[in-house]
């Protein structure tokens, strides 16, 4: 299946969390393709920095609020009508769920519900930011999107794992309900330049202590799997999801699939670094295993990822060498 790009020179984009990481990238994606930009931020984890170089492009623009206190809607930018709506915004790392609870609760369910009826209002195709953390600690492997989930639904992972399994739930609802256009992205994990090297995910983690020739700890027995997504990949097919007029939930990310321990091996082998692999205690409810199981995207979207992990990887070390100095 071929998708044709359907927003370009002329649509209005509005990119929720737009200073992070992955929506960073996403925001230049679009700015490429011609699109008009608003990005809205409160940079409680992302950063302006991630966004510098836009600043001056007149398709840019960059506004600093808490969506989950309703729409800036004094501002300028928020005057005419979006095209799109992508709900990107949410702390997403392991220790962003210890330190933002309420924040993560509140962003993945009352703002999603604003910019639900922005998007029913503005006529704007939504697409929502969903995570493999729906699927919470699985017992089916690989992830197919038919599969429902093991989730504790009080654990530490639950501010997250619930809030966008509610936001699922509410996109859908205003799509039976109101024939909102609306598209559901289940993101697998993600990595690349743009990540912060504090922000408790095991590959920007791995890197800095490997970069810093101290010890790399690794959660538990480190037989815990992750498939890794270069974020150029997943970028390509979150654009693919968005051109197109499936509403999903779709899983995007790669089979790459690697031990917690292989993967700090190798990076400490990138890095040329003499860190040492050790193991400390395991976050409570840290799922087993992670592996989409990619036939919807591949069948709906034509989506393919293209980027090997040891090329991807090498890519995030060069960024990390040069902040960190
Ligand atoms: P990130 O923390 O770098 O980006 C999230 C952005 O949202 C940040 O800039 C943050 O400041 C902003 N934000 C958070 N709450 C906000 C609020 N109330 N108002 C305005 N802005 C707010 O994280 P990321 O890894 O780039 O994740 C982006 C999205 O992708 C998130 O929704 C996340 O759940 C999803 N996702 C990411 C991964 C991954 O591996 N990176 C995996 C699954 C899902």
């Known amino acids: 299946m071929k998708v044709a790009p359907r927003f370009g020179s002329g649509h209005r984009i509005l990119v929720t969390g737009g200073a992070g990481f992955v929506p ?18 409160n940079f409680v984890t992302g950063s302006k920095e991630n966004v510098a170089h836009l600043l001056d492009t007149p398709t840019f623009t960059l506004v600093e609020a808490d969506i989950s206190d309703g729409l800036p809607a004094h501002h300028p930018a928020f005057a005419e009508r979006f095209d799109a709506i992508l709900h990107m915004a949410s702390p997403a790392s392991p220790t962003d769920f210890e330190k933002l609870p309420v924040q993560i609760l509140r962003v993945g369910s009352v703002a999603t519900l604003h910019l639900l009826d922005r998007a029913l209002n503005d006529g704007a195709r939504f697409l929502m930011a ?33 809030a966008k399994r509610f936001s699922e739930a509410a996109t859908m609802a205003y799509h039976r309900s109101h024939g909102l256009d609306a598209a559901i992205v289940r993101i697998f994990n993600t990595y690349g330049p743009r990540m912060r090297p504090d922000d408790g995910r095991a590959i920007p983690t791995f890197i800095a202590q490997a970069l810093r020739g101290t010890p790399l700890t690794v959660h538990g027995t480190g037989d815990q799997t992750r498939s890794i997504c270069y974020v150029e990949d997943l970028v390509r097919g979150i654009l693919l999801l968005l051109d197109s007029t499936e509403t999903g939930p779709i899983n995007c990310g790669t089979e790459h699939e690697m031990s917690m321990r292989q993967l ?26 992670r592996r989409p199981d990619l036939t919807l995207a591949r069948k709906l979207l034509g989506y393919e990822p293209v980027v090997a992990p040891e090329d991807g990887l090498r890519r995030t070390i060069d960024y990390f060498r040069d902040r960190l100095g």
């Open 264 to 289: 700090a091996e190798t990076i400490v082998s990138l890095c040329g670094s003499s860190s040492e692999v050790t193991y400390v205690t395991r976050t409570a409810d840290d799922p087993e295993m």
């Open 24 to 41: 960073s990238h996403l925001v230049d994606a679009l700015i490429a393709r011609g699109c008009t930009v608003v990005a809205v931020d």
């Open 130 to 162: 969903s995570t493999s953390e729906a699927y919470g600690d699985p017992k089916e492997h690989p992830q197919r999107e038919t599969y429902w989930g093991n989730v504790n639904p009080i654990g530490i992972r639950s501010v997250y794992d619930e």
